[in-house]
């Protein structure tokens, strides 16, 4: 690896941890406006990506154990964010879902950051795009699995897209 390459390694690691610290920031004034705290909002987010969840698929997901799983959903509940319905072919389970009313606050929340980083994009080319979306599906893999091998679980794991 050439000098020139190890610096780009070393302001790319730099560049995301810049990010991360910008992400969590931010979904922490997120959360703030609502009165949730980082977990409920990342609990959240998870349901927003997969779509409704059992309890135990929510508690695989956030690393969360089934006790704590309950008092997040209760909170949510309770916060009128979430719900819990019916699970659609299994009368004796309920899924977890997003209030819609939730969703269309956050829509207007997101609404700024998501245009400004739709300009930015349009700064890129379709190949640098493409070399960016790799870098960061490689990068979650990354986190995923140092995140696994510290919990010895797939907790941290993304829900598959849907």
Do not use: C, N
């Not at 929340?109 to 790799?134: N, P």
């Not at 599906?137 to 919990?151: G, Y």
């Amino acid at each position: 690896m050439s000098r020139a390459h190890e610096d780009l390694v070393a302001q790319t690691l730099a560049a995301g941890r810049e990010l991360s610290t910008a992400v969590v920031m931010f979904h922490t004034a997120v959360g703030g406006l609502a009165e949730l705290s980082v977990t409920e909002t990342k609990a959240l987010e998870v349901i927003h990506r997969a779509g409704p969840l059992t309890p135990a698929d929510l508690a695989v997901h956030t690393g969360l154990a089934p006790a704590s799983v309950t008092a997040l959903l209760d909170r949510l509940e309770r916060k009128q964010v979430a719900r819990r319905v019916p699970h659609p072919t299994d009368g004796r389970r309920s899924l977890v879902e997003i209030d819609p009313g939730h969703l269309a606050r956050q829509q207007e929340v997101f609404s700024d950051l998501v245009h400004r980083l739709e300009e930015l994009g349009a700064d890129f080319d379709e190949a640098e795009l493409a070399t960016v979306v790799r870098y960061l599906r490689a990068a979650t893999a990354a986190q995923v699995e140092a995140t696994r091998r510290l919990t010895g679980d797939r907790a941290g794991e993304p829900p598959a897209r849907g």
